[in-house]
């Protein structure tokens, strides 16, 4: 790990205008991914600006019936709160899905949104990469590709958005509060802030340059039958092959995101309408125009399937 300056912001304000003097310094909250990529010299910062100290860590009510997820909140906590077991039982179902309850307890909600890719070629310093170096190529294209993207990439770039909560909190239409310097505030919604990885894969967000992620925003309860649902090589500590947020209504309707197959939890308002007419209508939909690698076409029957066993498991828990 290269040396590095570290200091403690006291306020969002100084947070953010320390940031903007310093070009190519980092928030720090959990340290979860951003370490693991400093240790390999994926990432290597000049600065650390740490987040812990601005009170960001409480879950609030909104005016409108919602919740406000402090930026800091951390995994465990958000998971375990009474409210979003109670309302929005797709995001703790996702929560829990995710990593180690070690890593949970440090892991933050922000954080969680700005996850970088676990692709390999990425990780590895040897390796092509147009995420990590712009311009070198891709190595995943045309190589080990069985957890990579099968939709929505581009020819600069197939990785996927590793995380679970972000999914959930697609299906859920959740927003993002955040703060630039001079103290522009603006709400983001989640189906807005992945960028698609065209000509600079290396953007990842819509976020502008020391832009600080402050609180996200679920709407009121939507109610219905709630299930995330993963399938990944191992039972634990895995990320997603194809993971499934869901939710339905007595009438037949609902909503359903994807995981795993795209740079962004995958959405389309489209496939929700097709939910009465069963999982492969949803996925005809959802993956129309899918260009899988040799490695990860099976993502394409997967998804379905993965579909299928939440909605039976949402049924069971409803009985």
Known sequence: MKPFHYERARSVEAAVDAMARAPGARFIAGGTNLLDLMKLQVETPARLID?????????????????????????????????VRRDYGVLARALLAGASGQIRNKATAAGNLLQRTRCPYFYDTAMPCNKRRPGSGCGAIGGHSRHLAVIGGSDQCIATHPGDMPVALRVLDARIETVQPGGARRTIPIADFYRQPAQAPGRETVLAPAELITAVTLPAPVGGRQLYYKVRDRASYAFALVSVAAITWPDGSGRVALGGVAHQPWRRSEADAELPHGPQAVMDRLLAGATPQPDNAFKLALAPRVLAAALAQAGELHA
Do not use: P
Not at 56 to 77: H, M, Q, Y
């Open 51 to 83: 987040l812990n100290a601005l009170g960001l860590n409480r879950i609030t009510a909104t005016d409108d019936g919602g919740l406000r997820i402090g930026a800091l909140v951390r995994n465990t906590d958000l998971a375990a709160d009474a409210r």
